[in-house]
């Protein structure tokens, strides 16, 4: 489906997806999940309750009321709930030998899972939300000049490990996904993991995307990235955006979305492998080319005082020269270099490197 044709539907859908509840580490999580949680563990109570009323009802007769001797099913009721809350004020008792083993071996568990299901939706609901927020603060503090990685499938992991390989610290990528477990993941790996919608603007803000270098846009759909794209966009006019686009027909709608650079996987690896129909070292040479541990070197780097008026077949490791974001090759009349150029060069690696 094309960009095009989805826009429109993806813009109210965008919203509506699926988020999970916090983990350990730094998930927001949606209202939707909240309720959820809070509306299985209520009737996990419930049930529970129900189960103790069970016991004492149908174990009645070892029960005795000082009050008046007898045990109604009110009795048993306020029996029930006072039990469960660790009240025991006392009136009504187990008396038989029966009655306070079922108390002692099946109540006081369900008894104790009960508290434990309150204490978990408390930190889980309120004391976590706000160690979350602690962290986020904490997070967003130490954020500058960040990478920010929308979606960490196949392309969004690749491109976090490869900017690791090329010296980027490992806390200063921040992942974003709209699936917890792949924000799991990112986590594990060392990343910074943020649980939400790729496309929400308050999602962007939070990870702090005004002060970032950078933003990777690496959904499987075209639709989604163009959205990501134009949220961006409008948050920061700074920011640099590099998109992946699946088809050729969308990736000109990136750009004017205010994409700086996009990548076609699908392009790049159909070129590779017609390339390597032929010869085998080719694609060898371009995946050493292209990867941060190849023993070959791709840079790009700003024309210096010593370049500019220089010819950029006489500057060694030249390939292209960039201007204006118009390509220039050496050997061609207007490959003289002027200030504010920018020189495409290869060269062997260090061997430190």
Known sequence: ???????????TEAFDRPIGTPGKRLFIGGERSVRRTLAVR???VVLLMISVFL??????????????????????????????TTVGYGDVVPVSRRARVLDALLVTPIRLFIWLIFLGTAYQLVLQRLFEDIR????????????????????????????????????QILVIDAVQASVEQAAEHGFIGLLGDVTSEEV??????????????????????????????????RVRIIARVEEPENEKLLRQSGANATV???????????DSLDSSALLKYVMDLISAGGKIVLEEREAGTEDVGRMAEDIPHVVRVMRSGRPINPGVADSRIQTGDKLVTVRPAARSE
């Open 264 to 274: 076609l996987p699908s392009r790049i690896g159909g070129i590779l492998m017609a």
């Open 136 to 171: 986020m603060r904490m997070v967003r503090a130490n954020l500058n000049d960040h990478i920010i990685i929308c979606g960490y499938g196949h392309s969004g992991t690749c491109a976090a490990e490869e900017l690791v390989a090329r010296g980027l610290d490992r806390k």
């Open 204 to 237: 962007l803000r939070r990870a702090m995307l005004e002060s970032a270098r950078a933003l990777f846009v690496c959904t499987d759909h075209d639709d989604t990235n163009v959205l990501v794209v134009l949220t961006a966009r409008h948050l920061s006019s």
């Open 55 to 84: 016991v004492f009802w149908l174990d009645r007769d070892g029960l005795r009321d000082h009050q008046d001797g007898e045990v109604s099913l009110s009795d048993v009721v306020y029996f029930s709930m006072v039990t469960i």
């Open 42 to 44: 209520m009737i996990a």
């Open 1 to 11: 489906m094309s960009a095009k044709a989805s826009l429109l539907a993806q813009s």
